[in-house]
C-alpha cells in the first residue's frame, strides 16, 4: 500500500448516506453508501452481479428484499481495508483502502464520475 492510500479519518455520516475518507495526504473522499453497497467486494455479491447482467437495479439482483443501504458497524481489517457490516446483517465485504483511493468519485481523481470499485 503506498502511502496515498492510507486513511486518516474515517466517518460514516449517516445523515447524508456518505463514507467519508480523509486520507493521508489530505485528500477527502466522499463515497455515497449506495454506491459502496452495489460495490461490495465479497465473493457472494462479485457473483451475483456477475449472474444478474441484465437486471437494471445494480442493488437488487436478486428476487427479495433490496440491500440495505445502512451501515450498521465498520472496523478496520488490519491497516489496508475496512469492514462494512450493514442493516440486513451483511458484512462479508472488505474493502481495501488502495481500491477505494483508486476509486474516489470526486472530479480530480475520476473526472468521468464514480468507477466501480477497483479491483486489485
Ligand atoms: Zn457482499
Ligand atoms: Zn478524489
Request: proline share 9%; aromatic share 8%; with cysteine.
Amino acid at each position: 500500500m503506498n502511502f496515498i492510500s492510507k486513511a486518516k479519518d474515517i466517518a460514516i455520516d449517516r445523515a447524508a448516506g456518505l463514507l467519508r475518507i480523509t486520507w493521508l495526504d489530505q485528500h477527502e473522499s466522499a463515497y455515497p453508501l449506495r454506491w459502496v453497497r452495489a460495490n461490495c467486494p465479497c465473493a457472494t455479491c462479485r457473483e451475483e452481479r456477475r449472474t444478474a447482467v441484465l437486471n437494471t437495479d445494480p442493488l437488487k439482483l436478486t428476487a427479495g428484499p433490496a440491500p440495505s443501504t445502512q451501515v450498521a458497524g465498520a472496523e478496520l481489517v488490519g491497516n489496508y481495508a475496512l469492514r462494512l457490516r450493514w442493516t440486513d446483517g451483511h458484512d462479508t465485504g472488505i474493502y481495501p483502502f488502495t481500491s477505494l483511493r483508486m476509486s474516489c468519485p470526486c472530479p480530480n481523481c475520476n473526472p468521468q464520475g464514480a468507477p466501480p470499485l477497483f479491483a486489485e
